[in-house]
């Protein structure tokens, strides 16, 4: 279980030894984060005990971020139950938000458009 375990390294402090889980933060998670990566530990953990190591490390404002955020792990979409492993890579994608433009739905007819 992680919830004793701190974050083994951010971006720069370099990678210990030892089977690590790679945490990619992603927009606002990454500012949020202060980092756009971390390790932590990879010992059976599921998916839901990282995000709450994540709150203990990260505080308040990735845990909002994190309440609105998918998380994948190794490229799929995970669930709360995901069991991690060494070398698993989990990605905190936030919701994306902005764009404009034109996209047309059965024809110019409908098309809509950003105000």
């Known amino acids: 279980m992680m919830t004793d375990v701190p974050a083994v390294a951010t971006e720069g402090a370099g990678v210990t030894a030892g089977k690590c889980v790679t945490v990619l ?4 998670a990454r ?18 005990q990282l995000v709450d190591e994540l709150y ?18 190794n490229g799929s979409p995970a669930t709360p139950a995901t ?24 024809g110019p007819a409908q098309r809509r458009r950003c105000l």
């Open 25 to 28: 933060f992603f927009a606002s």
């Open 31 to 48: 500012v949020a984060a202060g980092t756009p990566r971390a390790t932590f530990p990879a010992d059976g953990s599921t998916v839901a």
């Open 56 to 73: 203990c490390t990260f505080g308040d404002e990735l845990k909002r971020v994190l309440a609105s955020a998918a998380i994948w792990v």
């Open 83 to 106: 069991v991690l492993g060494e070398g698993d890579e989990v990605a905190v994608l936030p919701p994306v938000s902005g764009g404009c433009g034109s996209l047309e739905i059965n």
